[in-house]
């Protein structure tokens, strides 16, 4: 898969193979509807339900060479910037430190955006999976099998520090307009490092680090 970022859009294209295919949940018949109104997703490919895959899509219709199918405003991305531009997140990581991280502040704002959407991208949020196959969520007897290799230690880890994480940041009992569950921080955590794109940038255009990250609604 190749990426790319552009005033205005991030677009992005990769090539499919012909699979087996189920009916589209009614979740991703409407971001289907609302994709290809935008343009976002191009006429020429639709959404799929792909057997053992999960959600993809299908060329219907000759693509030229350099033919964008798949693109997103770059205002319909959700990052740090925006992140944080939401009171409810601002609120609060404004006094952590350190920092929170990007992805920490992403996933925020995945779980405040759940509770109340952008129109723009209420179609998107709805078609989200519901789980996904993240060491965050894996039982103790799940990382059993892994044993004494690196990768158990690393996801002991990464669990310790997702439940450290969560308790600095809801550290106050005050009411929040969302759910403020460590499983719903875990999935929105495992939605951002699932579905989000890396790519080297610039101040002032990007955090600490040099790397810009960024979700592409439709394009993740």
Do not use: Y
């Amino acid at each position: 898969m190749w990426v790319w970022c552009s005033t205005g859009l991030l677009a992005c294209s990769t090539a499919v193979a012909e699979v087996a295919e189920m009916a589209l949940p009614p979740a991703a018949v409407s971001l289907q509807e609302e994709a290809h109104s935008a343009r976002w997703l191009s006429l020429k490919v639709q959404l799929a339900t792909l057997r053992n895959r999960g959600m993809g899509v299908l060329v219907r219709k000759p693509v030229d060479a350099g033919e964008v199918v798949v693109q997103a405003p770059a205002a319909a991305c959700i990052t740090h910037a925006r992140a944080i531009r939401d009171e409810t997140v601002d609120l609060l990581v404004r006094d952590l430190h350190p920092p929170a991280e990007p992805h920490v502040t992403i996933a925020l704002w995945m779980m405040v955006a759940r509770a109340s959407p952008p129109p723009e991208l209420r179609a998107w949020l709805a078609a989200l999976p519901t789980h996904f196959d993240c060491t965050l969520d894996w039982s103790e007897a799940e990382l059993a099998e892994l044993q004494a290799s690196s990768a158990r230690e690393r996801a002991g880890v990464l669990q310790r520090w997702a439940a450290t994480e969560w308790r600095r940041i809801f550290a106050s009992s005050r009411p929040l307009p969302f759910d403020t569950s460590f499983a719903h921080f875990q999935w929105a955590l495992c939605a951002v490092w699932s579905r989000s794109f890396q790519m080297p940038c610039a101040p002032p255009h990007c955090h600490e680090g040099g790397v810009w990250r960024g979700v592409a609604p439709v394009g993740d």
